[in-house]
């Protein structure tokens, strides 16, 4: 089945504690992203990746960072979160970079910061 | 950065009635979409609209792209409760990037 996996689903964590939010997709799709989603506020991307090795960032890219190593992994990474970070967040992926190409999103992550 | 604002914000209504809502840019998109997304779940597309003045019908929704390319709307006939959930429009930048941009999202409640 095509899908967007991201793990955790939900995680509670304090502040300063690194963390990662795991995306992978099975599409063999070159575009990913990482969106967060806040009340009133939409969805915001933080950082997008055209291929491997590529990363560019969106609209919200401070106190985060990604890589892209493999084509199917999107990792997002914060390294010392605050409670500013707390937000539900998505991972999408689609075929190309192309203004028509669907995105397909993950479940979502839901990260409380304490 | 692009910006859509998306109105109405919230808009509750009886099974039966039909509804618009608007996606509104000063600037040009080459093409926009929409897309709905349900609670605990990610959004899933509804539809990519491309050329300026383009309808394009799903069941009963109806999705219109503005002559300019600058807005959008979605129509909904004689609404279910299974309409409900959150509308969301989006574009990519056309300044060079490929960023992704979101509308603020219209929350959709139909009444039994």
């Known amino acids: 089945e095509a899908q967007v996996t991201q793990n955790p689903r939900y995680l509670i964590t304090v502040t300063g504690k690194k963390l990662t939010v795991t995306c992978s997709q099975n599409?063999?799709?070159?575009?990913m992203s990482w969106y967060r989603q806040d009340p009133g506020l939409g969805l915001r991307q933080i950082y997008y990746?055209?291929?491997?090795?590529?990363?560019d960032k969106g609209d919200v890219p401070e106190g985060y960072k990604v890589s892209r190593k493999e084509k199917r992994n999107f990792p997002l990474i914060l390294e010392s979160p605050s409670p500013n970070q707390t937000s539900l967040y998505f991972c999408?992926?689609?075929?190309?970079?192309?203004?028509?190409?669907?995105?397909?999103f993950g479940d979502g992550t839901r990260l409380s910061i304490l | 950065t692009q910006l859509l604002e998306q109105s109405p914000q919230f808009l509750s209504i009886q099974e039966g009635e039909n509804l618009t809502v608007y996606c509104n840019s000063s600037?040009?998109?080459?093409?926009l979409q929409w897309y709905r997304q349900e609670p605990g779940e990610g959004p899933v597309l509804l539809v990519t609209?491309?050329?300026?003045?383009e309808v394009k019908k799903l069941k009963r929704l109806t999705f219109q792209f503005g002559d300019a390319r600058k807005d959008s709307s979605l129509h909904i006939t004689a609404a279910q409760p299974g309409d409900t959930g959150l509308y969301l429009c989006?574009?990519?930048?056309?300044?060079?990037?490929?960023?992704?941009?979101f509308g603020t999202g219209t929350r959709l409640k139909v009444l039994a």
């Open positions: 999408a992926s689609s075929l190309g970079s192309g203004s028509n190409q669907p995105q397909h």
């Open positions: 599409m063999n799709h070159e575009y």
């Open positions: 990746s055209m291929n491997v090795e590529v990363t």
């Open positions: 600037s040009v998109f080459s093409s």
């Open positions: 609209v491309v050329t300026g003045g």
């Open positions: 989006a574009g990519v930048e056309t300044s060079g990037t490929y960023k992704y941009i």
